[in-house]
C-alpha cells in the first residue's frame, strides 16, 4: 500500500475512535487546513492550534462522522471520497452528505487538509442561524 495512503487512513481510524492524540501525532507542526468561509468552521487555519480550532469548532457543530470509501494517491497527496453521516447539534437535523478531503502528506506527517463537502446540504442541515456569508 501506498505510505501517504496509510498516513491518511491511520488518521481517520484514529479520528474514528476519538484518539485525538493519535491524530495529532500524524499532524505536521506547520499544518494547514481549509474548507470553505460558509460554514462556522470554515476558513484557513494554520498550525496545530489551528487544526485543534478547526477541529473543536466542527464538533461544537456536528456530531459527524466520515466514512472513506476510496483512497487515490496522487503523489504527496491523497484524496478520500466518502461520506460525512451523523446529526447538526443546533437543529438536530440529520448530515448525509458526499465529501472530498485532500490530504498532502510529507515526511509521513499531515502537512495539508483541504475538505470539500456538499456545503449546500450541510448549510441546510445546520440551518440558517448557523449559515454565514
Given at each position: 500500500m501506498n505510505e501517504n495512503?496509510?498516513?491518511v487512513r491511520r488518521g481517520y481510524e484514529a479520528y474514528a475512535r476519538q484518539d485525538v492524540a493519535a491524530v495529532m501525532a500524524l499532524v505536521d507542526p506547520d499544518i494547514e487546513v481549509v474548507q470553505t468561509e460558509l460554514l462556522p468552521w470554515g476558513g484557513v487555519h494554520r498550525g496545530l492550534e489551528g487544526?485543534?480550532?478547526?477541529?473543536?469548532?466542527l464538533a461544537e457543530h456536528t456530531d459527524a462522522?466520515?466514512?472513506p470509501v476510496a483512497?487515490?494517491?496522487?503523489g504527496n497527496d491523497v484524496a478520500v471520497?466518502?461520506?460525512l453521516r451523523g446529526t447538526a447539534r443546533a437543529s438536530g437535523k440529520r448530515i448525509d452528505l458526499d465529501i472530498v478531503h485532500v490530504w498532502t502528506v510529507r515526511d509521513g506527517r499531515l502537512l495539508r487538509f483541504a475538505a470539500?463537502?456538499?456545503t449546500p446540504a450541510m448549510l441546510e442541515a445546520l440551518g440558517e442561524e448557523s449559515a454565514r456569508g
Open positions: 495512503v496509510e498516513v487544526a485543534q480550532t478547526f477541529f473543536r469548532l462522522m466520515p466514512e483512497y487515490i494517491p496522487a471520497v466518502g461520506k470539500y463537502i456538499d
